[in-house]
Nanobody
């Protein structure tokens, strides 16, 4: 059974940092490509970071230089380091996994976590 559990969300002031974690129960975790997505209230889900099996990464311009995705295959855990946070980063954040969708920041992944809330105040 595939399970993805996010943690690390919370409330922070603009300019602050948070690190999100996603603990994965996936057979063959190292073979999966992973991504982080977010969904602000009333808006569509959007990708903020993706990582492939070899550590290659992809980011949209809105977070490039502020967010960093990393994948620890020894711990079966995905991370998202978020720096210089802005109020517009406020959203529910989800991690996702897929064996074939790599470096894609469109929400086309097979497996999803339940999300962790990030709130950035001005």
């Amino acid at each position: 059974q595939v399970q993805l559990v996010e943690s690390g969300g919370g409330s922070v002031q603009a300019g602050g940092s948070l690190r999100l974690s996603c603990a994965a129960s996936l057979y063959g975790y190292s073979d999966y490509c992973m991504g982080w997505f977010r969904q602000p209230p009333g808006k569509e889900r959007e990708g903020v970071a993706a990582v492939d099996r070899d550590g290659g990464t992809s980011y949209p311009d809105s977070v490039k230089g502020r967010f960093t995705i990393s994948k620890d295959n020894a711990k079966d855990t995905l991370y998202l380091q978020m720096d210089s946070l802005k109020p517009e980063d406020t959203a529910m954040y989800y991690c996702a996994a897929d064996p074939g969708t790599c470096l894609d920041i469109r929400p086309k992944y097979n497996y999803w976590g339940q999300g962790t809330q990030v709130t950035v105040s001005s």
